[in-house]
């Protein structure tokens, strides 16, 4: 167990609907990113929140939007759903405080989401 | 563009036998991650190699970062059912900001 939650674990819904993943970092964790794994793009990086901010985008859909909340849990928005979007969605969390070293990253179980 | 090739992408093999796993790039890495993924979990991190040439061993795991910083290599020896997963080479991504950029994946499976 990382002690990163996210749910729900299983979503399926349809195209053109609008989904929230949500994810809960481990306790005293500031930074989430969120994560892609599809069959054929493989795992990446999609965006990064440190304490409430935005940090570094990465290949992040204009359709999808998250933000992280002062209680420090973040959650993934995803719009205008396509059959391509089925994917699992990842949230990991970690200490870094924003410079200097990179430090681990501790990934959720993962949303797999499925759109019809 | 930063990408990180994994070969072989599939691997099947008896227990006991050993295997090399690569992750190539044409780009320099500051340091690179191995990740281990098991069905319906995320990944989970087995080491940082971070100075060109180094070394690291966990348990029947060793893991080599190229002296030019541009490749690794993960052996497992002796192979055990329990490693049987997909594995995963990571880099930091051009933002700076700690996010990872990851390679294409090996899945193994170790038959007993």
């Known amino acids: 167990d990382s002690g990163v939650t996210q749910t729900p674990k299983h979503l399926i819904t349809a195209t053109g609907q609008r989904v929230t993943l949500r994810c809960s970092p481990r306790?005293?964790?500031?930074?989430v990113y969120w994560y892609q794994q599809s069959l054929d793009q493989g795992l990446q990086f999609l965006i990064q929140y440190y304490n409430g901010e935005e940090r570094a985008k990465g290949n992040i859909l204009e359709r999808f939007s998250a933000q992280q909340f002062p209680d420090l849990h973040s959650e993934l928005n995803l719009s205008s759903l396509e059959l391509g979007d089925s994917a699992l969605y990842f949230c990991?969390?970690?200490?870094?405080?924003?410079?200097?070293?990179?430090?681990?990253?501790?990934f959720g179980p993962g949303t797999r989401l499925t759109v019809l | 563009t930063q990408l990180l090739e994994q070969s072989p992408q599939f691997l099947s093999i008896q227990e006991g036998e050993n295997l090399t796993v690569y992750c190539n790039s044409s780009s320099v890495f500051s340091s690179l991650q191995w990740y281990r993924q098991e069905p319906g979990e995320g990944p989970v991190l087995l080491v940082t190699v971070v100075t060109g040439g180094e070394v690291k061993k966990l348990k029947r795991l060793t893991f080599q970062f190229g002296d030019a910083r541009k490749d690794s290599s993960l052996h497992i020896t002796a192979a055990q059912p329990g490693d049987t997963g997909l594995y995963l080479c990571a880099g930091p991504t051009l933002t700076g900001a700690n996010n990872l950029f990851f390679g294409t994946g090996t899945r193994l499976t170790v038959i007993p």
């Open positions: 306790s005293g964790d500031l930074s």
């Open positions: 990991a969390s970690s200490v870094w405080t924003g410079t200097g070293m990179s430090d681990t990253q501790y």
